[in-house]
């Protein structure tokens, strides 16, 4: 019999061994760098990306053709458009010298001319005394009136606010009232009053003062308006000229290239647009260079005579003027050395007056110009030796003598006489130079006529021929 009391408990049971703990893992995280993350690329321009397929496409031969022929096309066009832009300012500013500027100069030297005339009028109709004789008066009022229109053109022609508009402005002011001072010395004068030649010397002071320098500076304005017109259709274009030899020499570049690569010596649309360039930039050299030699010559020879010539008869003016006034002054007016006034603005007018009369004949390109000039100097000459005369006569105390000797009839031998002769030959020489200018000058704008579209139109055909030239290329490789 088995004993169970004894040993009968169950054998221990083992556990299961237990499984250290592993601690937590988070999820791995780069290292930070010290200044923060990296920033995201930039993004890429439309410009760079264009920079970048160029410069992938200049890798291959139709790439560089490509390139080739749009850089060929743009300098042509552009050698094409900068002339014709240069040109046409060229030729606005030549068509200014001959249909504008100068016919004003010569309206402004013409307002001058009047009113000092004028002034001479009226001195030599104060001088015949209470009966003025139709003659005189029939003068003054043309003078006055041939003022008046010239002030009227210069005032439609003139930029507002400028220099010429406040001096044409003035003018008309003075005019109306100088009128009415010699129409008192006129009343005073008929009725054998003295008071009338103050008045005419008043008249004469404010228009020798006042509105003669007046008339100089809008001839000055004028003519420099006339200067810088020519400055500007005479300047060389080096613009339209440097882009003419570097289109030109990139049309030869890109020719020698395609004899290099292709072994054929023409390449028809290259050729064809050389040639256009090469037409545009020796119509343009030759052109202007006409152009520009004919326009001088139009300045040269005739509005450096025809300027020289209107001072000579502005110095005739205001001498016979200063003649007539030493005979109605009577001596009122002196110098500080106690000589008469106005006979020593005489004698200072003919010192100009024959200054500018051997300077006009030196000028004068051909017999025709110096012929009138010669002419003058002699009736100066002439003049010269009767005032002389005329001025011994009022020293001596015989008025009437002297006065017949200034403004007496033709058998007097009077200086009027030979003032009239003085004015009449600057004038015909005036018209031989005003004939020449524009002569000149017409042949200078005429040498432009048809350049800016010429060029506009070849510089087309070039640029069509450059791009068909390097398609023909082009075309090897599809």
């Known amino acids: 019999m088995t004993d169970t009391s004894k040993g009968s408990a169950a054998p221990p049971v083992l556990a299961a061994p ?12 780069p290292p930070v760098p010290p200044g923060g993350p990296d920033p995201a690329p930039p993004r890429r321009t439309a410009f760079m990306e264009g920079v970048d397929q160029v410069r992938a496409a200049s890798t291959t031969e139709p790439g560089r053709l490509r ?9 042509v066009v552009a050698f094409g458009a900068v002339t014709a832009w240069q040109m046409s300012d060229r030729s606005s500013a030549a068509d200014d010298v001959l249909y504008s500027s100068q016919p004003l100069s010569v309206a402004a030297a013409d307002v001058y001319r009047a009113l000092a005339d004028a002034n001479t009028a009226a001195s030599s109709g104060f001088l015949a005394g209470g009966q003025e004789t139709p003659e005189f008066r029939t003068r003054y009022e043309r003078d006055i009136r041939d003022a008046a229109d010239g002030l009227a053109k210069a005032a439609a022609a003139s930029e507002p606010g400028s220099s010429s508009a406040d001096t044409v402005a003035e003018l008309n002011e003075l005019l109306p009232e100088y009128k009415g ?18 008045y005419l010397r008043y008249a004469d002071q404010k228009m020798q003062e006042e509105m003669l320098p007046k008339a100089e500076r809008l001839y000055k304005n004028e003519n420099q308006r006339l200067s810088d017109d020519y400055d500007s259709a005479t300047s060389y274009p080096w613009a339209g000229i440097a882009l003419g030899v570097l289109a030109l020499g990139a049309l030869v570049w890109a020719q020698r290239r395609s004899y290099h690569h292709t072994n054929r010596v023409l390449n028809q649309g290259l050729v064809a647009s050389t040639a256009a360039c090469a037409a545009v930039l020796l119509w343009l050299v030759a052109g202007h260079t006409l152009a520009r030699s004919e326009l001088l010559d139009s300045y040269d020879n005739g509005v450096r005579s025809l300027n020289v010539l209107n001072d000579a008869r502005i110095a005739s003016l205001k001498a016979r003027g200063n003649e007539n006034l030493t005979l109605i002054s009577r001596g009122a007016e002196t110098t500080k050395s106690g000589e008469d006034k106005f006979d020593s603005d005489f ?12 300077r006009a004949e030196d000028i004068a390109e051909d017999q025709a110009g110096r012929g009138p000039v010669s002419e003058a100097t002699g009736n100066m000459e002439v003049w010269l030796d009767r005032h002389k005369e005329a001025r011994k006569e009022d020293n001596e105390g015989d008025y009437q003598a002297a006065l017949d000797k200034i403004i007496g009839s033709e058998d007097k031998k009077p200086t009027g006489e030979c003032f009239d ?44 021929g450059a791009v068909l030239g390097i398609g023909r290329r082009l075309s090897e490789y599809r």
């Open 181 to 198: 001072l010699v129409e008192r010395a006129r009343s005073n004068n008929r009725l054998g009053y003295p008071l009338g030649g103050a």
């Open 347 to 358: 004698k200072k007018d003919m010192t100009t007056l024959s200054a500018k009369l051997a």
């Open 67 to 75: 390139i080739i022929g749009a850089a060929l096309a743009f300098l």
């Open 18 to 29: 237990t499984v250290p703990a592993v601690p937590r893992q988070s999820a791995y995280a």
């Open 421 to 464: 002769s003085v004015v009449k030959n600057l004038e015909k020489a005036l018209g031989h130079e005003q004939a020449e200018f524009k002569l000149a000058a017409g042949d200078g704008r005429a040498a432009m006529t048809g350049l800016p579209v010429g060029a506009a139109v070849l510089a087309v055909l070039g640029a069509s």
